[in-house]
């Protein structure tokens, strides 16, 4: 059960378009406008929550909608509250689990429009800078996974369009480098929370145990030595693909670049 506080976390200070959905037909979204359309000069509708409780609408509309002025949450219910300018309630609505596209999503109790809001889209200046950071495969990320993420003071980074290893692997490799940053890392091929991988580690990985050997479906430790082994195990993949004569699997490859060149600086778990 989330509080306010975490819900705040989870909404506050980021775009959120309004989108009309058939849930039948969920690809089959359009945009809300209101009181015109683009050829009109009119935009299309978008929310900011605020954490005072007030909503701001950044985009160019015909009207305010009852839903744009102000908002709460219900603990009791999870339930997301929506007000109009007198402070009558008019809407509610729930976070979902599964976004399309890996996007953040409220869905209006109605069925018939959602909000969006792609992960980590956020407009803070403030922001406070992310040291702990949590990757997975955009197809495994679920709305559920960042709430309990927050809880534990981490950044959730959905990456890559391909949820196998290696192309995930990549996706992870690609995000690192941007964030300097970092201090500790995890990832996680299916999205899941293993409590034993969110220790601060430093000078050794935590790597994912299946039967006694090594497996990367779920890995953590500090940034530089996360960039190491993605570096190592992207360079030895390379090398395997083009030597006709290299018949390792993807998994015994990497099985033997943490035992050989991490042999003592990790930890099956």
Not at 111 to 133: A, E, H, T
């Amino acid at each position: 059960m989330l509080k306010i506080d975490e819900f705040k976390k989870l909404i506050c200070d980021k775009i959120w378009f309004w989108q009309l959905a058939d849930r039948d037909v969920p690809w089959d979204r359009g945009v809300l406008y209101l009181g015109g359309n683009a050829d009109k000069g009119i935009g299309f509708t978008s929310f900011i929550f605020k954490k005072d409780g007030t909503i701001s609408v950044p985009t160019k509309v015909g009207f305010i909608p009852p839903e744009g002025h102000y908002w709460d949450f219900d603990e009791e219910t999870q339930q997301l509250l929506f007000y109009d300018q007198d402070k009558n309630q008019v809407n509610s609505a729930t976070l979902v689990d599964y976004g399309m596209y890996g996007a953040n999503e409220i869905a209006f109790n109605d069925d018939r429009s959602v909000l969006i809001n792609f992960p980590d889209y956020d407009l803070r200046g403030d922001r406070p800078v992310p040291q702990k950071l949590f990757f997975v495969p955009k197809l495994n990320f679920k709305i559920s996974l960042q709430r309990t993420l927050v809880r534990k003071g981490y950044d959730t980074y959905p990456v890559g369009e391909n949820a196998t290893l290696i192309p995930f692997l990549d996706a992870v490799y690609e995000s690192l480098v941007k964030h300097p940053e970092a201090q500790n890392v995890v990832i996680s091929q299916k999205g899941e929370i293993v409590d034993e991988f969110f220790a601060e580690v430093r000078d050794f990985l935590l790597v994912g145990n299946d039967n006694g050997t090594p497996t990367l479906s779920d890995c953590a430790g500090s940034r530089d030595l996360m960039l190491e082994l993605l570096i190592a195990i992207l360079s030895e993949n390379n090398k395997r693909q083009l030597n006709p004569e290299d018949h390792r699997t993807e998994e015994e490859m990497i099985e033997q670049v943490i035992t050989v060149r991490f042999a003592d600086r990790y930890e099956l778990k």
